[in-house]
């Protein structure tokens, strides 16, 4: 009870000081809006005055500037009319006529004259031809000096000025002088003009002759001055004019200054006491005179005042705080009493984010422990114990049989009785399965952690398309479906990306079309992206021989599908294919301009449609197609089996690959999945490159034969055409037998045909027996030996039953699905064509004992298990191996010298893991290396010999592969269990048959 009191007393204290913050903080929040509200609106006062100070500079500069351009212009004027003209164009009464009237144009001038340069050698002739005498500023002759200025034309305003000699005041000599040198127009310190007496400024300005250059010199100048203008400025009526025009004269002050003597400003305009606490801003006047500076200062009449929004609204936001922090209080106990619920809410819903956070990376970062922690098959007792164990996993029986594969491969390499070997052979396709299960969950992991990362090699398509419907062989021809891959000619045939992700995304779209198609047929088709769409658009909407686009049928009743079965998507008509066919470039034409820019690009987006006359997708479950672990309804397990991930992993694989994944699907009639994946242009042959090559490249002995295909249907002739063209064979695709007939030589041995086909393929749904009566005594014929110089015969047939009927008929019947590999094969064989000799190590088995036999190897492995399976891989073709269990021990029989020739080192081991060992092994053979060189000789160092031992790591990562880290710890390569021939052949090859011995 104390300490709940004192614990209610804590938050008590707490609370008042919570409030006496909370007003303190209210007041400081007030008095810092106040302060910024109000130097805001000192700020906004100054932006004001600065708008209406640099306002009125700018004009005052532009109609003194105007002023000064009409002074030049009577100058141009005095000096192209005026002088060496005899009689002169211009008399004292005309420019005082013509400078009266112009006067307008000067309004800021009182009055202009014009002041003649007389030499001191002129000065009688000048004042004989003028009929008077020049006079000084004091009204007396003016004294004898080199030059004069008398001013011999003058406005009426100025007429005082007649007769007088300019040069004799002091100031106005120099004002003189500095005009002529300078070209521009000067100004004289500031005086009281006569008659207004106002403040003002005399303005002079030199008069040249016209034959002055524009870049004439300072002694050009001078010797060119003929004459000089000038005139009195009245600034105080220049200003005064110039603020009466403008708004808000009532608001400020305006003073101008001539601050040529910067300690000292003489005043041109404006009152001389000032407030000097109200803002003030100055801005420069140019009139021109470059050896006077003047000034503009304006300021306020009054201070500024302070605005009442800079009171009001900081009191109001004083009051909202106070009303703000009353809410708070009266609502903390309210607070008070849901904070717990909340916290522990908070709690379960960061544990239970945090479990599915830990789920994800367990099952993303542990593939090893996964695939590897096997004691070989268990016993059903075991089995079954050791699952009720792990059920809190969530991993049930994914987690077995992995090792179990490859104890089972070992045991099936031993001698079996045939009930033994079938039950073997169940336990392997058993563990296979769910091998592929293991994966599929892990991908999914991956996934979900982000972990997942795509390699970038150069593959060959068209292999792997050939080698993924290789795998549903024997299905379709169980189900008898068709069952085919179409590459269009424009794809590349080598591009660079993930070979095996992509294998992955297409082996679960056909595996799925071919569980769930019963009959009709499974087409899978590759083109490019950009043909795809803009070609599926047109036959859409119609815009391709006058068509609606819709699936065409024949006359029969069967649609001009592969099968004849009517597909889901009814773009995948005859018509759609024709625009994918390379040898139909005629109705690409109005495509070829839209398409030629998009071969240049280094990458390349495919689009893949899977195609099948299946059960259809529900309406109902179409929205969760692509949800992991879903499927269409309870049943579908029950009757095809799966778990629902494939399409799951497959959609983000493809969105990985920069495209998508759609389908279309209609109940009872089919489904078509459609995705696009980027890749890139690979320029590189990968057919010299076994490391990388899928599969054999396709011979070319059959380039140039010729072939007839009987089959009526089109969209599957054009697939049987394009697997032949790949092996260089001429098709011609004919829909009637008579064409085959002709193709027999006659009782004379003439043939019909002028050109002889070497092969005639025949679809099996074509071939009638009882009707075809003429070609089936041919074949009789042909097979009894009387036509010697008939054609081979080859029948396609969909089921293995088919080629047992007629195959004492035909020549050979070939069972789909085709690939162009298996009649290359089945060519021939039939027409005894020599093949070029296969590599060596084609034949894996005897290759990989011919580099093994008689080595040794080290096997590395925590796992007993593990350990037994790769010495026994190792062992079958001839390698001696010991095995060790942990990297001390590995590294404690490979200090050099040692006899051992190659070491397979597993990753993930406790103590050392196998990245650390390896480097250890490299740092002994660095130092035993050195060693060796300091006491070789010369002619012993030139043919020295390093101790470096091919390290292979062993890992069941099957999700991303270890190559980098593996390199960088020193390794050569890894392997991944279990073991395959592929596998070891391709890293042994490359190592061990070029590994000298080590031992010394």
């Known amino acids: 009870m104390a300490g709940k009191y004192s614990g209610a007393r804590t938050n008590r204290r707490w609370r008042g000081l919570a409030a006496a913050a909370w007003v303190l903080i209210a007041v400081a929040g007030a008095a810092v809006m106040h302060w910024t509200q109000r130097r805001q609106s000192m700020d906004r006062a100054e932006e004001r005055l600065v708008s209406m100070c640099e306002e009125r500079a700018r004009m005052l500069q532009e109609q003194f500037g105007v002023t000064v351009n009409h002074v030049h212009a009577i100058a141009i004027l005095i000096a192209t009319f005026n002088y060496e003209k005899s009689p002169p164009a211009i008399d004292p009464d005309t420019f005082a006529t013509y400078t009266a009237r112009t006067s307008f144009e000067r309004p800021l001038l009182n009055g202009v004259a014009y002041a003649q340069r007389v030499f001191h050698h002129e000065r009688e002739m000048f004042e004989s031809q003028q009929g008077w005498i020049m006079n000084t500023m004091q009204r007396e002759p003016a004294p004898p000096r080199d030059e004069y200025a008398p001013v011999i034309f003058s406005q009426d305003t100025v007429s005082y000025l007649a007769r007088i000699d300019m040069m004799s005041g002091e100031e106005d000599q120099e004002n003189i002088l500095r005009a002529r040198t300078t070209g521009k127009a000067v100004l004289t310190n500031p005086f009281r003009l006569l008659g207004s007496n106002h403040l003002g400024v005399v303005l002079t300005f030199a008069v040249y002759r016209p034959d002055l250059p524009a870049d004439a010199s300072v002694e050009q100048r001078v010797e060119a001055t003929i004459g000089y203008l000038g005139g009195g400025f009245d600034v105080e009526s220049l200003v005064e004019n110039l603020l009466s025009k403008l708004a808000g004269n009532q608001d400020i002050v305006v003073n101008v200054y001539d601050v040529t003597n910067a300690s000292e400003p003489m005043a041109l305009y404006g009152p001389s006491i000032l407030d000097e606490q109200v803002p003030l801003h100055v801005s420069m006047l140019d009139f021109g005179d470059p050896f006077r500076r003047h000034e503009m200062r304006c300021r306020y009449r009054q201070k500024p005042p302070i605005p009442w929004s800079t009171i009001t609204n900081p009191l109001g936001l004083f009051v909202i705080w106070m009303l703000l922090g009353y809410s708070i209080a009266a609502a903390y106990s309210r607070y008070d009493k849901v904070t717990e619920d909340c916290r522990k809410m908070e709690e379960l819903k960061t544990q239970a984010e945090a479990a599915d956070v830990a789920k994800s990376q367990f099952l993303a970062t542990v593939s090893h422990e996964i695939r590897t922690p096997m004691n070989g098959v268990l016993g059903t007792y075991a089995f079954v114990l050791i699952l009720l164990n792990l059920q809190f996993l969530g991993l049930g029986n994914q987690i077995f049989l992995t090792s179990g594969v490859g104890m089972l491969d070992m045991l099936l390499g031993t001698d079996l009785t045939m009930t033994q070997k079938d039950y073997a052979q169940t336990a392997q396709m058993c563990g296979r399965a769910l091998i592929t299960l293991i994966n599929d969950v892990l991908d999914r992991a991956k996934i979900e952690a982000g972990k997942l990362e795509l390699e970038a090699v150069p593959f060959d398509l068209r292999s792997l398309m050939d080698d993924v419907i290789s795998l549903f062989s024997s299905k379709s021809r169980e189900k008898c479906i068709e069952l085919a891959v179409f590459v269009c000619d424009d794809v590349p045939k080598v591009v660079l990306g993930d070979p095996w992700r992509f294998r992955q995304i297409l082996t679960n779209l056909v595996g799925n079309a071919v569980k769930f198609t019963e009959r009709g047929h499974v087409f899978v088709r590759v083109c490019l992206a950009e043909n795809s769409n803009m070609e599926a658009n047109q036959v859409l909407h119609g815009t391709m021989n006058g068509k609606d686009g819709k699936v065409e049928s024949t006359t029969n009743g069967a649609f001009n599908t592969l099968s004849g079965f009517e597909a889901a998507d009814r773009r995948n008509s005859w018509q759609y294919f024709k625009l994918l066919l390379s040898n139909k470039e005629s109705l690409l034409d109005d495509l070829e301009g839209e398409n030629s820019n998009l071969s240049d690009s280094d990458h390349v987006t495919l689009a893949i449609s899977i195609e099948d006359t299946g059960v259809g997708i529900p309406l109902q479950a179409q929205d969760r197609v692509f949800t992991p672990f879903m499927q269409a309804d309870s049943s579908t397990s029950r009757n095809y089996g799966g778990t629902g991930i494939g399409l799951s992993i497959s959609k983000c694989l493809a969105e990985l690959m920069g495209g998508q994944i759609s389908f279309t699907s209609r109940p009872f009639v089919g489904s078509t999945f459609t995705f696009s994946a980027t890749l890139k242009r690979s320029y590189k042959d990968i057919s010299v490159d076994s490391s990388r090559s899928l599969s054999e490249a396709l011979p070319t002995a059959f380039k140039g034969m010729k072939a007839i295909l009987i089959d009526g249907r089109p969209v599957r002739s054009a697939v049987t055409k394009y697997h032949l063209k790949r092996l260089g064979i001429i098709v011609q695709v004919v829909n009637n037998m008579s064409t085959v007939v002709k193709a027999f030589p006659g009782q004379n041995g003439a043939t019909v045909s002028r050109e002889k086909a070497t092969m005639l393929f025949i679809e099996s749904d074509f071939w009638r027996p009882e009707t075809d009566v003429q070609l089936l005594n041919h074949l009789r014929e042909h097979k009894n030996g009387l036509l010697s110089d008939a054609p081979k015969v080859v029948l396609l047939v969909t089921s293995e039953a088919d080629k047992d009927n007629y195959g004492s008929i035909f020549d050979i019947v070939m069972c789909k699905p085709i690939r162009a590999s298996t009649i290359a094969s089945s060519i021939q064989q039939l027409l005894k064509v020599e093949m070029?000799?296969?590599?060596?190590?084609?034949?894996?088995?005897?290759?990989?004992?011919?580099?093994?036999?008689?080595?040794?190897?080290?096997?590395?492995?925590?796992?007993?298990?593990?350990?037994?399976?790769?010495?026994?891989?190792?062992?079958?073709?001839?390698?001696?191996?010991?095995?060790?269990?942990?990297?001390?021990?590995?590294?404690?029989?490979?200090?050099?010298?040692?006899?051992?020739?190659?070491?397979?080192?597993?990753?993930?081991?406790?103590?050392?893991?196998?990245?650390?060992?390896?480097?250890?092994?490299?740092?002994?053979?660095?130092?035993?290396?050195?060693?060796?060189?300091?006491?070789?000789?010369?002619?012993?160092?030139?043919?020295?010999?390093?101790?470096?031992?091919?390290?292979?790591?062993?890992?069941?990562?099957?999700?991303?592969?270890?190559?980098?880290?593996?390199?960088?710890?020193g390794m050569d390569g890894y392997v991944s269990k279990p073991f395959d021939e592929e596998q070891l052949c391709q890293v042994v090859s490359r190592l061990v048959v070029e590994t000298t011995d080590s031992a010394v």
């Open 836 to 969: 070029p000799k296969r590599k060596e190590n084609q034949n894996r088995p005897s290759f990989l004992r011919s580099l093994l036999v008689g080595k040794n190897i080290l096997v590395v492995d925590d796992n007993k298990v593990n350990l037994r399976v790769a010495a026994a891989a190792l062992k079958k073709y001839g390698a001696n191996v010991s095995c060790v269990e942990s990297g001390k021990d590995a590294i404690s029989l490979l200090q050099p010298p040692h006899s051992f020739h190659a070491c397979f080192m597993d990753v993930q081991m406790p103590e050392m893991d196998g990245f650390e060992a390896t480097r250890q092994i490299r740092q002994m053979e660095m130092k035993a290396n050195e060693e060796r060189k300091n006491k070789l000789s010369l002619t012993e160092a030139s043919t020295f010999v390093e101790y470096r031992l091919p390290v292979l790591a062993m890992t069941a990562d099957v999700i991303q592969a270890t190559y980098e880290e593996c390199i960088k710890s």
